[in-house]
């Protein structure tokens, strides 16, 4: 059974910081496509970045320069870390993990950043 789980998200002011983790079993993230989305609330889910199985990363404009994403093969472990957080930036972020045909999703965690 492939399970997701997001923690790390809580409230944080504007310009501030957070780590957000997505601990994974069931599958192997250095062998699958991991994501990290965020959806506000009325708003579509968005894409915020990958991590390809090779190790490569991209980034929506929305957040190049901002968000790294990053993993720990040992821990099988996926991370977003979160730098000059803006108010816009508040949802319910997710981790997403693409492999072969399937996808899985985690139950989200909540950001909130404060003006």
């Known amino acids: 059974q492939v399970q997701l789980v997001e923690s790390g998200g809580g409230l944080v002011q504007a310009g501030g910081s957070l780590r957000l983790s997505c601990a994974v079993s069931?599958?192997?993230?250095?062998?699958?496509?991991m994501s990290w989305y965020h959806q506000a609330p009325g708003a579509q889910r968005e894409l915020l970045g990958t991590?390809?199985?090779?190790?490569?990363?991209m980034y929506a404009d929305s957040v190049k320069g901002r968000f790294t994403i990053s993993r720990d093969n040992a821990k099988n472990t996926v991370y977003l870390q979160m730098y000059s957080l803006k108010p816009e930036d508040t949802a319910v972020y997710y981790c997403?993990?693409?492999?072969?045909?399937?996808?899985?999703w985690g139950q989200g965690t909540q950001v909130t950043v404060s003006p």
């Open positions: 997403n993990a693409r492999v072969q045909l399937a996808s899985y």
């Open positions: 069931g599958i192997t993230v250095r062998f699958s496509a």
């Open positions: 991590i390809s199985s090779a190790g490569t990363t």
